[in-house]
């Protein structure tokens, strides 16, 4: 069966500090995966997607990057984090439209 | 995806009513329509889902409703219980890979 594993499950970094959270899938192929975030309160804005190794697409312009090394494996970094970076970040794959959600990573910039 | 407008924000019913959330989007090309429930803290959770070849799908107590027309599609949770307290969220999709566009979510509290 497919599974999704995202770490840490939460981090509190300071500001100007760098961030690289990680996603792995296993079970499947070739999944399309995708990075959310849930500021507090708040629905969910996708941040990137990817339809496979090397593939990036960015929603929305900001100081976060992505990358996808490998088929199953997909990174969400940062340079320099700011405050405004705080929330719950999600990873995600899916396959024939449905779609499996990581158990997320909680991030507090202090 | 384009957005997708989601009411109430907070739906708070009586044990045992019903509850019904709804969303409206813009994007005629969406085809794919999920309902999501998040507890505190956790993971979003797919509860149910629809896609554009049909205007109903039920299971138990939860059932989606779809206007492609009016482009709308709305949840109802009959006899509700505690355990459905929780945040849903609507969501759409197209054709394309470019994920799900989720709506802002409606905070349902269930009243004993």
């Known amino acids: 069966s497919q599974t999704i594993h995202q770490w840490p499950a939460t981090l509190v970094q300071p500001v100007g500090s760098p961030l690289s959270l990680e996603c792995t899938v296993e079970?499947?192929?070739?999944?399309?995966l995708y990075w959310y975030r849930q500021a507090a309160g708040r629905g969910l804005q996708l941040l990137f997607y990817?339809?496979?190794?090397?593939?990036i697409s960015s929603e929305v312009p900001q100081n976060l990057s992505a990358s996808r090394p490998q088929d199953r494996q997909f990174i969400l970094s940062s340079k320099k984090l700011l405050l405004s970076d705080s929330g719950f970040y999600l990873c995600?794959?899916?396959?024939?439209?449905?779609?499996?959600f990581g158990s997320g990573t909680r991030l507090t910039v202090v | 995806g384009e957005n997708v407008e989601q009411h109430p924000s907070t739906l708070s019913v009586q044990e045992g009513d019903s509850a019904v959330i709804k969303c409206t989007y813009s994007?005629?090309?969406?085809?794919?329509f999920p309902w999501y429930k998040q507890e505190l803290g956790k993971r979003p959770q797919l509860i149910i889902d629809?896609?554009?070849?049909?205007g109903e799908k039920k299971d138990q107590r939860i059932a989606v409703t779809l206007n492609k027309t009016a482009k709308h599609f709305s949840l109802h949770i009959t006899e509700t219980q505690p355990e459905d307290s929780a945040v849903y969220f609507c969501?759409?999709?197209?054709?394309?890979?470019?994920?799900?566009?989720f709506g802002k979510g409606t905070h349902l509290i269930i009243q004993p």
């Open positions: 995600a794959w899916s396959v024939l439209k449905y779609y499996t």
């Open positions: 079970g499947t192929s070739n999944p399309n």
């Open positions: 990817s339809v496979g190794i090397g593939q």
């Open positions: 994007d005629s090309a969406s085809n794919y």
């Open positions: 629809i896609r554009s070849n049909v």
């Open positions: 969501a759409h999709s197209g054709g394309g890979a470019d994920g799900l566009t």
